[in-house]
């Protein structure tokens, strides 16, 4: 036997929920870690550097280095805040135990 759907089967219209459209949430700020040029640390260094704490190629490495070598800075990634915090504490720690200036900073982007 085959059912219509008649007027009462129909669910009640004037009971609609007023639902407010959620705002999207709002992204967080993005940080930009740079790295600055000095005369003292090795090109060597730098590029492993970006290898092991940014996991860059060794190509990407080598690019992002002779940027900083002839600009005299270059962003090497953008990251939260708190991850780009670490970043630089880690380049910083690792270029100080290696006793080299490398200069390491963040800033919003």
Not at 36 to 49: A, G, K, R, W, Y
Request: with cysteine.
């Amino acid at each position: 036997m085959t059912h219509w759907m008649t007027d009462s089967d129909k669910p009640d219209d004037q009971f609609e929920l007023a639902v407010k459209p959620r705002a999207k949430p709002k992204r967080p700020p993005m940080y930009k870690v740079l790295m600055l040029n000095d005369d003292f640390t090795p090109m060597e260094f730098v590029v492993h550097v970006l290898e092991r704490l940014f996991g860059m190629s060794h190509a990407q490495a080598i690019e992002i280095m002779l940027t900083v070598h002839r600009k005299g800075v270059a962003v090497v990634g953008v990251f939260s805040h708190e991850i780009a915090e670490t970043k630089v504490a880690q380049v910083m720690e690792l270029a100080r135990r290696q006793q080299h200036p490398l200069q390491c900073t963040m800033e919003k982007e």
